[in-house]
């Protein structure tokens, strides 16, 4: 694999999955699928291995897959470079937006379904929507991107949003607060006026990971398309939508185009999401789709909410975001992992790399850093650059031989986090620091003992004992 960011990287859904099948990363299930909880099941139970495709699914004649961007090894095929490789690309995209391209025709408009034509059409007999978990309320889309453009302001935005199938051509649409479609949406509502938007579902990988950004890295008046563009390094093509005044990703496999009524809401949820924990039901806005488009044989992308996928799509996007801040603030810090344990959220390991006595204290000065540029962070470990961060072994190593809690461990009381963290009161929780790098000067007395470097063969290794050792039997 290309370990440096392509300019030009064809970061087309297609183009991906045809990369990751290459790779052999995607497992392909041979028998019918069932989309009433045996695919979300399956995907649960396989999460953070090869993707998995489903051609044949039960009462419909549309393909879903699923697990796509779980795990490291599936990012690295579907981009077809290593995971710096990602991460740079990520980073390059903030500082180098490539505005999108209008182009008047689309495989996406190859098949079209309207509203008020030939009788309508029905999203749940159409779409092999999942039922996810026992206890969700119903049939959930999870990998639709929803595409807006604020109605004061211009700025399109891009978003994962899931939907709940209410009708045939309506669904409720999870808002949560803070999120810039909910601040477009309650413009358009004090306009007294429908939100166009579209919820693609299968589309540029660029898009999936500008959607995944947030926080300081992607404020409201950030083009979320052209940073997009900025992550391919050409511009995404986008194609005016059939029935709304809006424009969205011309190769995607299928989207949803309507608005969201200004005056009416319905019960969302309850469905589990990804911290694990079902959410409740809740008012939700209504998603009025007025037509349904799709390429020739496309393929359903669905996202478990309690899987590794919903999370490992803001791994590199946020380590990206992270590497960039503390790079600036402090001189010392090397790398940053969200580990998987923390949900590629909320945990943080930093490798510092101290040369001089004054880099010391600089440390702790990234994991305040560190809290400050994400606020979901709740946990950050800073640790010597010998130590092997996408480890967890190594990171606990410093964590046993190099971290006294009485003078390493420190505590920021009374911080904002995710208000879905249910140990917090309603998003405010202590935040916990720990340095686990040693003094400069100690750094010999601290030096793990070396070994040589030696070849070994495959071949080199037998599994059967001699006879020598014919006791062990």
Same mark, same amino acid.
């Given at each position: 694999?290309?370990?440096?960011?392509?300019?030009?990287?064809?970061?087309?859904?297609?183009?991906?999955?045809?990369?990751?099948?290459?790779?052999?990363?995607?497992?392909?299930?041979?028998?019918?699928?069932?989309?009433?909880?045996?695919?979300?099941?399956?995907?649960?139970?396989?999460?953070?291995?090869?993707?998995?495709?489903?051609?044949?699914?039960?009462?419909?004649?549309?393909?879903?897959?699923?697990?796509?961007?779980?795990?490291?090894?599936?990012?690295?095929?579907?981009?077809?470079?290593?995971?710096?490789?990602?991460?740079?690309?990520?980073?390059?995209?903030?500082?180098?937006?490539?505005?999108?391209?209008?182009?008047?025709?689309?495989?996406?408009?190859?098949?079209?379904?309207?509203?008020?034509?030939?009788?309508?059409?029905?999203?749940?007999?159409?779409?092999?929507?999942?039922?996810?978990?026992?206890?969700?309320?119903?049939?959930?889309?999870?990998?639709?991107?929803?595409?807006?453009?604020?109605?004061?302001?211009?700025?399109?935005?891009?978003?994962?949003?899931?939907?709940?199938?209410?009708?045939?051509?309506?669904?409720?649409?999870?808002?949560?607060?803070?999120?810039?479609?909910?601040?477009?949406?309650?413009?358009?509502?004090?306009?007294?006026?429908?939100?166009?938007?579209?919820?693609?579902?299968?589309?540029?990988?660029?898009?999936?990971?500008?959607?995944?950004?947030?926080?300081?890295?992607?404020?409201?008046?950030?083009?979320?398309?052209?940073?997009?563009?900025?992550?391919?390094?050409?511009?995404?093509?986008?194609?005016?939508?059939?029935?709304?005044?809006?424009?969205?990703?011309?190769?995607?496999?299928?989207?949803?185009?309507?608005?969201?009524?200004?005056?009416?809401?319905?019960?969302?949820?309850?469905?589990?999401?990804?911290?694990?924990?079902?959410?409740?039901?809740?008012?939700?806005?209504?998603?009025?789709?007025?037509?349904?488009?799709?390429?020739?044989?496309?393929?359903?992308?669905?996202?478990?909410?309690?899987?590794?996928?919903?999370?490992?799509?803001?791994?590199?996007?946020?380590?990206?975001?992270?590497?960039?801040?503390?790079?600036?603030?402090?001189?010392?810090?090397?790398?940053?992992?969200?580990?998987?344990?923390?949900?590629?959220?909320?945990?943080?390991?930093?490798?510092?790399?101290?040369?001089?006595?004054?880099?010391?204290?600089?440390?702790?000065?990234?994991?305040?850093?560190?809290?400050?540029?994400? =606020? *979901? &962070?709740?946990? $950050?470990?800073?640790?010597?650059?010998?130590?092997?961060?996408?480890?967890? #072994? !190594?990171?606990?190593? @410093?964590?046993?031989?190099?971290?006294?809690?009485? =003078? *390493? &461990?420190?505590? $920021?009381?009374?911080?904002?986090?995710?208000?879905?963290?249910?140990?917090? #009161? !309603?998003?405010?929780? @202590?935040?916990?620091?720990?340095?686990?790098?040693?003094?400069?000067?100690?750094?010999?007395?601290?030096?793990?003992?070396?070994?040589?470097?030696?070849?070994?063969?495959?071949?080199?290794?037998?599994?059967?004992?001699?006879?020598?050792?014919?006791?062990?039997?």
């Amino acid at each position: 694999m290309n370990a440096s960011a392509q300019v030009g990287v064809d970061t087309r859904f297609r183009s991906a999955l045809r990369r990751m099948q290459q790779a052999g990363r995607i497992r392909t299930f041979a028998r019918e699928a069932d989309p009433e909880f045996q695919i979300a099941g399956m995907m649960k139970k396989l999460d953070g291995g090869a993707a998995l495709l489903f051609p044949r699914v039960k009462g419909h004649g549309m393909p879903v897959i699923g697990n796509v961007l779980c795990c490291k090894e599936n990012c690295e095929a579907a981009f077809g470079m290593d995971y710096r490789g990602i991460r740079r690309s990520v980073a390059r995209a903030f500082g180098n937006p490539v505005a999108p391209v209008r182009v008047a025709n689309a495989p996406v408009h190859e098949h079209v379904y309207r509203r008020g034509m030939d009788g309508g059409f029905d999203i749940g007999a159409l779409l092999p929507v999942l039922t996810h978990s026992d206890g969700d309320s119903g049939r959930f889309i999870t990998a639709g991107i929803v595409v807006v453009q604020d109605p004061e302001t211009g700025v399109y935005n891009a978003s994962y949003h899931r939907l709940q199938l209410i009708g045939p051509q309506r669904t409720a649409l999870k808002l949560d607060f803070g999120r810039h479609l909910r601040a477009a949406y309650e413009r358009a509502q004090r306009m007294g006026k429908p939100l166009p938007i579209a919820a693609c579902i299968g589309t540029d990988l660029a898009v999936h990971y500008a959607a995944a950004t947030m926080g300081s890295q992607m404020p409201e008046s950030t083009d979320e398309l052209a940073i997009a563009g900025g992550l391919r390094g050409e511009p995404v093509p986008v194609v005016k939508a059939l029935t709304q005044d809006i424009f969205y990703p011309a190769e995607t496999e299928i989207v949803l185009e309507g608005v969201i009524l200004p005056d009416q809401m319905v019960l969302e949820g309850p469905f589990t999401d990804f911290g694990g924990f079902r959410s409740p039901a809740e008012d939700a806005p209504v998603f009025e789709v007025s037509a349904l488009v799709h390429r020739t044989q496309p393929l359903y992308h669905a996202i478990n909410g309690v899987g590794r996928e919903t999370v490992m799509l803001r791994k590199y996007v946020l380590e990206a975001s992270l590497l960039k801040a503390l790079q600036a603030a402090t001189p010392i810090v090397q790398d940053v992992e969200m580990t998987a344990g923390g949900l590629h959220r909320f945990h943080a390991v930093i490798s510092v790399k101290k040369t001089i006595p004054q880099h010391e204290g600089f440390q702790r000065n990234a994991i305040l850093a560190a809290f400050a540029t994400l =606020k *979901d &962070l709740d946990l $950050v470990i800073a640790v010597d650059d010998d130590i092997d961060i996408q480890d967890p #072994n !190594d990171v606990e190593y @410093a964590l046993a031989m190099r971290m006294e809690a009485s =003078k *390493d &461990l420190f505590i $920021v009381p009374g911080a904002r986090t995710h208000e879905l963290v249910r140990v917090s #009161n !309603d998003g405010i929780r @202590a935040k916990v620091g720990i340095d686990a790098t040693v003094p400069l000067e100690e750094r010999a007395r601290f030096a793990r003992a070396p070994f040589r470097t030696v070849e070994v063969d495959a071949g080199d290794f037998s599994p059967d004992a001699p006879e020598s050792l014919g006791w062990l039997g």
